[in-house]
């Protein structure tokens, strides 16, 4: 006959509460971090986003009647360990020196796009948290919409938040992420360019109005249309890097299509082929008295070459309803095009570009890297860029979304969290290791 302890239950209630505490208190230190004045003021408002979802499910937990809080409090506080973690890493590295100064410079560029856009469209929606830059192990940038299933995404392992994936479909910020394998290369970083332009598509509601552009003003039979439609989100996010970096992003492109190329990485049907992605780019560039040098073109003249002009022009010809009346060029063109060969060859002799634009830096540098790559290395052009970018970030918080709306937003969010997790908590009973699953289908879009 098994033996009663009459202590169990009190000693249950007292680890339910420290496994509550300890959370609690953590949620509240990255918080303090990210207040203004401190290491991460940058990222308040993502911060204080994911610790609002997570703090809202704590109490809620609270109130749960003490049977079932002793029952199942601590496998809902794993699962947001879990989810936390996620974001925790993210934060952590940026506590590192060699990679906090790279994730500054990427995250700088991303603000840099988001922003203009961000304000122009204050007045019919309203503001939202930028994207969150990082490392990660997948080969290729790419983009994680607001709101994603981000489940893919979490570390593997024995938690139950591996047994089904309800829990993480609601990510609080965009992502971007970069390849380790990008490194300190500066010319790959302009990829940034291209993932945050599908942040802004995706933030600000642009798809309609893009569509209907497209339909519209081009002109296209029917055939070609319909693949345009399915190519739109990878053409604007060319046509959006184009304009903020100018011919550089053109060569940081056409070295990593050449790259795939050489992978024998297959064309995805999501994108156009090579030949007119790059004509895409071409067709955005401001058009200046002095050509610019351009990577070749891939491939041979054909009838289509013809409709990326068509497309940019539709694209980018009038001023957009969701973003105040503004055009893209307006808000995000690289500033002063027609000094970047002056800052290149500043740069070339170890001098500061002088520049006071992100991405006007970054396009300097990645040009300077084509021109002559050895020189590039041996004027340590790279580094001395990062510092200027770094130089230019301003002291405070970055202006975002409201308060008020950020609440009731995300308590929400932790709301519908907390019930997902307690139904789950509810039907999974005893722990048991999870089966291998497949990778998801979240809404992820690579460069």
Request: with cysteine; charged share 30%.
């Amino acid at each position: 006959m098994t033996r009663v302890d009459g202590g169990y239950r009190r000693r249950r209630e007292h680890e339910t509460r420290h496994v509550i505490d300890d959370l609690r208190a953590e949620l509240s230190s990255w918080s303090s971090s990210a207040s203004e004045g401190h290491s991460l003021e940058k990222h308040e408002s993502q911060v204080r986003s994911v610790v609002l979802v997570l703090t809202t499910v704590l109490d809620r937990i609270e109130l749960m009647p003490s049977d079932e809080r002793v029952l199942r409090a601590a496998d809902i506080v794993l699962d947001l360990h879990h989810l936390w973690d996620f974001f925790r890493s993210k934060l952590l590295i940026r506590q590192v020196p060699r990679y906090g100064r790279l994730l500054e410079v990427t995250d700088e560029l991303a603000w840099s796009l988001y922003e203009p856009v961000m304000l122009a469209a204050a007045s019919d929606s309203r503001l939202r948290e930028p994207p969150l830059t990082f490392p990660s192990r997948r080969p290729v940038p790419f983009a994680t919409a607001r709101g994603s299933d981000f489940e893919d995404l979490l570390s593997h392992g024995r938690q139950r938040t591996m047994d089904g994936r309800k829990a993480s479909k609601c990510l609080p910020v965009p992502l971007i992420s970069l390849p380790w394998s990008s490194g300190r290369h500066l010319p790959s970083l302009l990829a940034v360019a291209h993932e945050t332009a599908h942040h802004i598509e995706d933030d600000f509601g642009l798809t309609p109005s893009l569509l209907a552009r497209l339909r519209s003003v081009t002109g296209m039979e029917t055939d070609r249309l319909l693949l345009w439609e399915r190519w739109l989100g990878e053409a604007f996010a060319d046509i959006c890097a184009t304009i903020a970096c100018g011919p550089a992003y053109i060569w940081a492109l056409a070295d990593a299509l050449r790259t795939a190329e050489e992978r024998h990485t297959a064309e995805s049907a999501d994108y156009p082929p090579d030949r007119l992605r790059l004509l895409i780019c071409h067709a955005a560039l401001p058009s200046l008295q002095e050509p610019y040098s351009l990577p070749p073109l891939p491939g041979h003249q054909e009838p289509a070459d013809m409709e990326p002009d068509a497309v940019v022009e539709a694209l980018l010809s009038d001023g957009m309803r969701e973003l105040g009346g503004k055009g893209l060029r307006e808000l995000i063109g690289l500033r002063r095009p027609a000094d970047i060969p002056d800052e290149v060859a500043r740069l070339r002799n170890a001098l500061r570009t002088r520049r006071r634009d992100v991405p006007g830096i970054l396009a300097a540098a990645t040009l300077a890297f084509v021109a002559d790559p050895s020189a590039y290395e041996a004027a340590g052009i790279g580094e001395r860029c990062m510092n200027e970018v770094i130089g230019l970030r301003q002291k405070g918080k970055r202006h975002t979304v409201s308060d008020g709306h950020r609440g009731s937003r995300d308590s929400q969010a932790g709301d519908e969290l907390f019930e997902l997790l307690r139904d789950r908590a509810e039907a999974s009973g005893p722990r048991v290791p999870p089966a291998r699953t497949a990778p998801g289908s979240g809404r992820y879009h690579s460069a």
